[in-house]
């Protein structure tokens, strides 16, 4: 496990798109794994900078997303479809039908997530995967629980995760209560794994996934097991390290 350490959120999430960035450059047709929330946004701004400047060509490069609420429409203000268009994939190049983001409106929940997984198997695999952190120490949508759940999978959403995504929603009521999420198994199998996490907030699930029991109850913890994982953090998340 990578610890590095930025002043600012700013230089955590540049440092992930120089990352990716060079990922794209090596091996065009790389397999992304993306992340939505607050934190990766700047990272997909560097990314978007960096195409314009005509340093990075997605025209290859296929992506899939780790999780997306049940039962809104993909056309939903706040679905994680929309989120990504609007804040990477309607700017760089990419391939529309090479960007997978999970169904959540799928008749068969099960199948589909399925699915999901043999999509990603098929396509060679993930190789750099974008994680960001929930201050319960979810990743993806894989909440606090008594195991680790292998393969894409339907979540309910814990409180806290319900309160933290409020903000994002006219109210709180709005919020889904459930999503679907890659599980820890498909995060795992990625071959270079970046955990971006950014803000005082963010430091205690830090500090547990870091030097915590290795335990389901802080489902970042067993990113430690990861040969290929870096924790790219700002002061305010690093502060408990
Ligand atoms: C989003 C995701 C979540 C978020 C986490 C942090 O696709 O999988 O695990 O990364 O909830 O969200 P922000 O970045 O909004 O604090």
Redesign the pocket.
Known sequence: MRICRYATAEQACRAAALILASQVIRKPDCVLGL?????PIPTYKELIRLYEEGLLDFSQVTSF???EYIGIPEEHPCS?HRFMRENLFDHVNIRPEATHVPNGNAEDMAAAAGAYDRAILEAGGIDVQV????RNG????NEPDDSFVYGCHVVQLTKS?IE?NKRFFASEDEVPRQAVSLGIGSIMNARCVLLIATGVDKAKAVRDAVYGEIDPSVQASILRTHPNVFFLLDEGAASLL
């Open positions: 992340a939505t929330g607050s934190t997303n780790l999780d994680y994680l960001g952190i929930g979810h990743i993806g949508f995760t933290a």
